[in-house]
């Protein structure tokens, strides 16, 4: 049990161009989802966190703006890279989290986003 | 501040047994997990520590000092397989982690 998949598991755009990831939770209720980026060698980084139905809270010096986070249902999550940069090319990394007391995380396969 | 340390790389033989440390200073403590990751894939859960002491499980042992703000992942046996990255993650006031910098483990024949 307590499966999260992610789509697509990687993708190559164009400079100034969106991309949209979906996170889904495959047997449970997400209640709470988290996105990371992580660069190469370097640990996760959280970039912000949302409930579903309301709005994603940001992490310090992540635009939410270019950054679109929408959790429109309990089993999906997304994040919408806008006007992508070469920089912003990185292995993105959904979790979830159920509505229980436990603090464990699901973490899904991650996303390689290559932007050039 | 949020602080979550540990080593970037270490390095060890199979068969030999190797502890990876992570020393944390967080504003709020709800326990500490450590994860497996290997590149390019989704961190692999490992262990869960709350309350102090020592968590077994088959080849891997985690142990927690709150006091101390300290804990470790043991591995034995090493096999070549283990060769990863290591992740500690701090629960914070929330449910949010605060991921350490993580430590590249090698394994070497």
């Known amino acids: 049990g307590a499966v999260v998949s992610q789509h697509p598991s990687w993708v190559i755009c164009k400079s100034g161009t969106s991309v949209k990831i979906e996170c889904r939770s495959l047997d449970f209720q997400a209640t709470t989802m988290f996105w990371y980026r992580q660069f190469p060698k370097q640990s996760l980084m959280l970039m912000a966190t949302s409930n579903e139905g309301s709005k994603a809270t940001y992490e310090q010096g992540v635009e939410k703006d270019k950054f679109l986070i929408n959790h429109a249902s309990l089993t999906l999550s997304t994040l919408t890279v806008t006007s992508a940069h070469p920089e912003d090319s990185s292995f993105y990394i959904c979790?979830?989290?159920?509505?229980?007391?436990?603090?464990?995380?699901?973490f899904g396969p991650g996303t390689r986003l290559t932007v050039t | 501040g949020q602080n979550i340390d540990q080593p970037t790389e270490m390095t060890a033989t199979e068969g030999a047994i190797v502890q990876i440390n992570c020393t944390y200073q967080?504003?709020?403590?709800?326990?500490l997990f450590w994860y497996q990751q290997h590149a390019g894939e989704a961190p692999t859960f490992l262990s869960y520590?709350?309350?102090?002491g020592l968590e077994e499980k088959g080849r891997f042992s985690s142990f927690l000092s709150r006091s101390k703000g300290y804990s470790y992942l043991l591995l034995k046996e090493l096999q070549m397989k283990d060769s990863a990255s290591y992740l500690c993650a701090v629960v914070s006031g929330t449910y949010k982690y605060i991921f350490g910098t993580g430590t590249r483990l090698k394994v070497l024949a």
């Open positions: 520590n709350v309350l102090d």
């Open positions: 967080t504003s709020g403590f709800n326990g």
């Open positions: 979790s979830a989290r159920g509505g229980d007391s436990s603090y464990e995380q699901y």
